[in-house]
């Protein structure tokens, strides 16, 4: 799987500047795009998703519900039990 990470959500302070569903979407064809192109490799043999600071309980199923991320990997979030607990009861609601 390859993971792909804005640099700018790369940051100490959890959601201070997300990514959102879309513009991570188009970022992600882009490099299954890529991918395609350059190493006939399509998104079914090798998986694209989301990694870290964008990832939050307000917005983890606007992410997984996206048809262009294969999942999502928690950053800053895990660390911390309670938005943690927080993000799978929302992956548990939808």
């Keep these: 799987m390859i993971v792909y990470e804005p640099v700018w959500a790369i940051t ?12 991570a979407s188009d970022r992600i064809n882009f490099i299954n795009n890529l991918l395609a192109k350059n190493w006939n490799l399509k998104s079914e043999s090798l998986p694209v998703g989301l990694y870290g600071g ?22 800053k979030a895990s660390s911390i039990k309670t938005e943690f607990l927080k993000i799978l009861s929302e992956i548990v609601k939808s």
């Design 12 to 23: 100490s302070d959890l959601g201070s500047n997300p990514d959102d569903s879309n513009s």
């Design 54 to 75: 964008s990832v939050n309980s307000k917005n983890v199923n606007a992410f997984l519900s996206n048809e262009a991320f294969s999942g999502v990997l928690i950053g």
